[in-house]
Antibody
């Protein structure tokens, strides 16, 4: 069974940083692209970026809306996906989902809430 | 960015009825490799989105044949037949043909 479990969310002040983690299980982690997607309360999802699989060199793509502030990485020995978020703004407040795949995204984690507020 | 426009914003349906949701993209979703990367997701209340349909018309594993996707180019449709209580929620279309991937604003399916 595919499982994706995010952690690391919480309340952070504007300008601050946060690192989210996603523990993956139930599939061969290195075979899959992995994405981060966020969803502000009551709004549509927003794709943040993707890190490719082993066969594609673990390269990354980012949404221009977060490029330069957010970094996606993965630990393929422990099957963990990361999202490093810097210079956070109020508009980054959202539920953040870890997800398997890129297009389509076939499994989503349960999400973790990130609130940016003073 | 490719803008995905969904209509209607909300839809009321009777159990057992049929509904259609439209999704239009601001650019063709046909990729250089010939594939069309258009997916449909359902977000039930309080849950994460779940994949229903990928590449326009392919049902994901375990998805009922009551769900069907169609379309090409910039116009796409999701049809749900014999609506059941578990089908209620917000439906999103999404594209992955061009970075960044983008989603529609959603269509809320409610009971009449």
């Amino acid at each position: 069974e595919v499982k994706l479990l995010e952690s690391g969310g919480g309340l952070v002040q504007p300008g601050g940083s946060l690192r989210l983690s996603c523990a993956a299980s139930g599939f061969t982690f290195t075979d899959f692209y992995m994405s981060w997607i966020r969803q502000p309360p009551g709004k549509a999802p927003e794709w943040l970026g993707v890190i490719r699989n082993k066969a594609n060199g673990y390269t990354t793509e980012y949404n221009p809306s977060v490029k330069g502030r957010f970094t996606i990485s993965r630990d393929n020995t422990q099957n963990i996906l990361y999202l490093q978020m810097n210079t956070l703004r109020a508009e980054d407040t959202a539920i953040y989902y870890c997800a398997r795949g890129w297009e389509p995204v076939d499994y989503w984690g349960q999400g973790v809430m990130v609130t940016v507020s003073s | 960015d490719v803008v995905m426009t969904q209509t209607p914003v909300s839809l009321s349906v009777s159990l057992g009825g049929q509904v259609s949701i439209s999704c239009r993209s601001s650019q063709s979703l046909v990729h250089n490799n010939g594939n069309t990367y258009l997916s449909w997701y359902l977000q039930k209340p309080g849950q994460s989105p779940q994949l229903l349909i990928y590449k326009v018309s392919n049902r994901f594993s375990g998805i009922s044949d009551r769900f069907s996707g169609s379309g090409s180019g910039t116009d796409f449709t999701l049809k749900i037949s014999r609506v059941e209580p578990d089908d209620l929620g917000v439906y999103y279309c999404g594209q992955g043909t061009q970075y960044p991937n983008t989603f529609g604003a959603g269509t809320k399916l409610e009971l009449k």
